[in-house]
């Protein structure tokens, strides 16, 4: 995978066997799903060294070795020699226990801060890779506010031109984003956005660069309770431009930096404090071109690995960014129609790895046949022929069918001559089978689907009788459940038995 | 994975084609008077309520979890493991809908099985399901038409008079030997008692009927090659008071509430997969002479024989068969239970089928 290597997260150091990884991810994922539910979903990224690559083990120093090391950089006033003493403190950071034992060391911030703007390169580099370690601690005690002393300065190398040393400096900021809101308080007042916009611009051509500015703004806006004054102030920033010419789908850049961006975009755009301007910006437009071309992309069979990272962020923009105004409004930037071509291929590529993704492309979906003037999308679901591929969505539960029968209700709900091109696309005989679904939800919305069809012309009416569909709702009226109870009933009451003289009586 | 016809509309590579403005609109709306008037009820009421809608989901929605999990995994770099734990997309289950019943089954195929089975054509007297609607309509007329039943019962009345009196020529009635053949009297009993009802051969389109069950039973075997062990419409049974209260209980279906229940065993009928278990007994109150078919249903029953000039032997216990609207893996135990050969007392039984007196 791309970038992966460079840039790990903790829990991955440990090279253990297969069954223990695919053990600790799952244990791993039950943490953070518990997590997001606390709205504590927080991650934090590491990045490794070149020299670490080699360095297999971890060696924990005793903590008075710890202490001795940094009071070898306290005192030390040879610069040749500092770079040394800090590259040494440095890997002794790696273990979690040093870092509690360096705090508690008087001024020990203070005095990696005065190497982080001192005078050697080298020494600055390493100062920021301590920083670094220290900001992906996983002790509590080692938090942002803590390592505030540094983050003015580390804002401002934001704009230096120093690539590797701005990555550090990047993911240092990043990782404390999460932490509390005073931090970010405090970081915005520091001038972050500007500083991201700067960094971005600089180094627009260094792929590393870009991702840990995604990153980092990603952190930052994706936190709680941020939508009064850092959103507005990246909305106005100037920054979307930048971000969106990382979208294009030529982009050289691999698909790190458009993850992150891409993230970026669909916090952005949930948080609907002004769609709007996202949408002025050009960002509905990008993201459905580059949605076109990922769906062309899995067309082909091409699908690059990790690809529904950034199909997921996309989806999510461009299905909240379908409400920011009328459709009608909206159309220019979503005219090429191969995007509706792509949000049927996506549920039928990754139904089996990830059906979550499935049911997200249909929600997009739905916000274009919801509106009021969603006509045209759905007349060219038609002229496409892309309603079989929905239908044949319908079996699969996990939310799935339940989005794809909202989409078939929008449909039939523009009129008459939906509910008949429906017809013949095979839904009746598909929704005699999703009638008789276990979970009521979906034989809920089967009934209404169902009553519009045949409320729209009498003969579908009679092609459901044709397709035995009296019994099927005959058998829900004997349910416990009231809501499809009283809608069988009144299917059958309203539609169904005036147009049979047959006593159906016999199948019950 | 990818439908032929979907990689073809995004691999095109002509792209005037694909502007939506171009592509002709279908026209909207609905015939006047045919969209509102289905929805609303009488009194106003929606019945049908979905209308279209857009929704918008915020960061913390639980629709984006999954994908959130999934960007944080990434970020933690645990995902690049190529085993997937993740969810994957299950088919929905199917779940009968009758009340009582509620099974779930995998696959369409199964439920409609399952329905076909045991909810189609089901008599709503007895609960019995069979399996065509010709053999509802016949079980429906010989067990649950009293007019059916009366004129059997007249004809069995008739016949047993019969065999005590000089044969009459137009149905072969016998004369009394005492008694002269009163051929005005009976011609008017054939005008005052009707037709004797005819029961219809079970085989489609063979429309043959016949007098007795017996009768029918024997076509059924010799013409149609039936085995002689087909389920065949047995005689109906009297039950125990206790044990047909005990089932009212426990099941609570809408049983015949007399004292003493009989339950009507159907033409052909559809018995649970599972095979029977209880064993019960069966009366032979029909007083023709013969023998019931002994042959019909080893498993579950036992005939006694009976020589309609004794009193036939009465036996009481009788087990439940299985009620068709019980869910199978649900079946009714009940603990009075009776061996086979064992029988209990005496009594004779009169009166008409399914108003069985005290035994």
Redesign the interface.
């Given at each position: 995978?791309w970038r992966?290597n460079a840039?790990?997260?903790k829990?991955?150091r440990q090279g253990s066997d297969?069954e223990e990884?695919?053990f600790?991810?799952?244990e791993?994922?039950k943490e953070?799903?518990r997590a997001?539910k606390d709205?504590q979903?927080v991650?934090?990224?590491l990045l490794l060294n070149d020299d670490e690559e080699e360095d297999g083990t971890m060696d924990t120093l005793a903590s008075d070795q710890v202490v001795e090391l940094f009071n070898i950089v306290r005192h030390g006033r040879d610069l040749v020699k500092k770079e040394a003493d800090l590259r040494a403190l440095r890997k002794a950071l790696r273990s979690p226990s040093a870092h509690l034992i360096l705090i508690k060391q008087p001024n020990s911030i203070a005095i990696l801060v005065t190497n982080l703007c001192g005078p050697n390169p080298q020494c600055r580099l390493e100062a920021a890779r301590c920083l670094h370690e220290l900001s992906h601690s996983p002790h509590s005690e080692v938090d942002s506010l803590r390592l505030r002393q540094a983050t003015p300065y580390l804002i401002t190398f934001l704009s230096g031109q120093s690539p590797k040393f701005t990555e550090l400096c990047l993911y240092t900021l990043g990782n404390m984003c999460p932490d509390s809101e005073n931090v970010r308080d405090m970081l915005l007042a520091q001038g972050i956005i500007p500083a991201l916009n700067n960094c971005i611009q600089i180094h627009r051509t260094n792929l590393a660069v870009v991702e840990a500015v995604g990153?980092t703004l990603s952190q930052l806006i994706?936190a709680n309770y941020v939508t009064e004054r850092i959103i507005p102030a990246v909305l106005a920033s100037g920054l979307i431009p930048r971000l969106l010419s990382v979208l294009t789908p030529d982009s050289q850049f691999g698909l790190g930096p458009v993850i992150e961006c891409a993230?970026c975009l669909?916090?952005l755009a949930?948080?609907?404090v002004d769609n709007g301007a996202l949408v002025a910006q050009g960002t509905l437009l990008h993201c459905t071109s580059l949605l076109?071309t990922l769906?062309?992309a899995?067309?082909?069979?091409s699908i690059e690995e990790?690809i529904?990272?950034l199909i997921?962020?996309l989806l999510?923009c461009v299905?909240?960014l379908?409400?920011s105004g009328p459709l009608g409004a909206l159309?220019p930037q979503?005219?090429?129609?191969?995007l509706l071509?792509?949000l049927?291929?996506f549920p039928?590529?990754f139904?089996?790895?990830?059906?979550?993704?499935?049911?997200?492309s249909v929600?997009v979906l739905?916000?274009l046949?919801?509106?009021a003037d969603?006509?045209?999308?759905?007349?060219?679901l038609?002229?496409?022929?892309?309603v079989p591929?929905l239908i044949q969505l319908l079996?699969?539960?996990?939310?799935?069918?339940i989005m794809v029968l909202?989409v078939l209700?929008?449909i039939a709900?523009?009129?008459?001559?939906?509910c008949l091109?429906l017809a013949q696309a095979g839904l009746l005989p598909a929704l005699c089978?999703?009638l008789?679904?276990?979970?009521t939800e979906?034989v809920t919305?089967s009934?209404?689907?169902l009553?519009?069809l045949?409320?729209?012309?009498p003969q579908l009416a009679e092609e459901f009788v044709k397709q035995s569909g009296l019994?099927v709702l005959e058998?829900?009226q004997?349910?416990?459940q009231e809501t499809?109870r009283?809608?069988a009933t009144?299917l059958l009451e309203?539609?169904l038995l005036p147009h049979c003289p047959v006593d159906t009586s016999?199948?019950? | 994975m990818l439908q032929p016809g979907l990689i073809q509309l995004l691999t095109a590579s002509d792209l005037a084609d694909l502007r939506i403005d171009a592509i002709p609109k279908l026209q909207v709306g609905f015939r006047p008077g045919s969209f509102f008037s289905s929805f609303r009820s009488q009194d106003g009421e929606a019945k049908l309520t979905f209308i279209p809608q857009q929704i918008l989901l915020n960061k913390d929605h639980e629709l984006f979890e999954d994908g959130d999990i999934h960007r944080h995994l990434y970020l933690q770099n645990l995902s690049t493991c190529p085993a997937h734990d993740s969810p994957t997309a299950r088919q929905c289950e199917f779940r009968c809908y009758i009340s009582g019943c509620s099974q779930v089954f995998s696959t369409v195929e199964d439920y409609e099985h399952h329905y076909n089975t045991l909810h189609r054509h089901v008599c709503s007297s007895c609960q019995r399901s069979l399996p065509s609607a010709r053999l509802l309509d016949i079980h429906i007329q010989e067990w649950h038409d009293s007019l059916f039943s009366i004129l059997a019962e007249r004809q069995d009345m008739v016949a047993n008079i019969h065999a005590h009196k000089r044969m009459c020529t137009h149905t072969h009635y016998v004369a009394h030997s005492g008694l002269d053949l009163d051929q005005s009297m009976h011609t008017v009993s054939h005008s005052l008692f009707p037709p004797p009802p005819k029961y219809q051969c079970l085989v489609e389109g063979c429309g043959s009927k016949f007098r007795t069950r017996e009768q029918r039973k024997d076509h059924v075997i010799k013409i149609h090659k039936y085995p002689s062990d087909f389920m065949f419409d047995k005689v109906k049974r009297i039950k125990n008071i206790k044990i047909a209260k005990n089932n009212m209980l426990q099941k609570g279906t809408s049983m015949e509430v007399s004292m003493s229940v009989s339950e009507p065993e159907g033409v052909c009928e559809v018995l649970s997969d599972q095979p029977e278990e209880e064993e019960y007994m069966e009366i032979n109150h029909s007083l023709e002479p013969g023998i019931l078919d002994p042959a019909s249903n080893p498993i579950n029953t036992v005939e006694l024989s009976t020589d309609h000039d004794t009193a036939p032997i009465l036996s009481v216990t009788i087990q439940p068969t299985t009620n068709q609207q019980r869910p199978q893996h649900n079946r009714e135990r009940h603990s009075y239970r009776v061996p086979r050969t064992v029988c209990f007392g005496q009594g004779s039984v009169q009166g008409f089928r399914g108003h069985g007196r005290r035994i």
């Open positions: 995978m992966l840039v790990r997260h829990a991955g297969l990884f695919k600790k991810r799952r791993h994922e953070l799903r997001r709205s979903l991650s934090k990224r990153f994706s993230w669909h916090y949930c948080s609907n076109v769906g062309v899995v067309a082909k069979g990790g529904e990272l997921w962020p999510r299905g909240n379908l409400l159309q979503l005219n090429d129609s191969r071509a792509a049927c291929a039928q590529a139904l089996q790895t990830h059906p979550a993704l499935a049911r997200e929600w739905n916000n046949t919801a509106a969603s006509s045209v999308f759905c007349s060219a038609f002229y496409l022929n892309l591929a079996p699969f539960s996990h939310g799935i069918n909202r209700g929008n709900h523009q009129g008459r001559e939906y091109h089978a999703t008789k679904m276990a979970d979906v919305f009934l209404e689907v009553g519009q045949m409320a729209s012309d019994p058998a829900i004997y349910s416990n499809i009283l809608r009144h309203h539609h016999a199948s019950q | -």
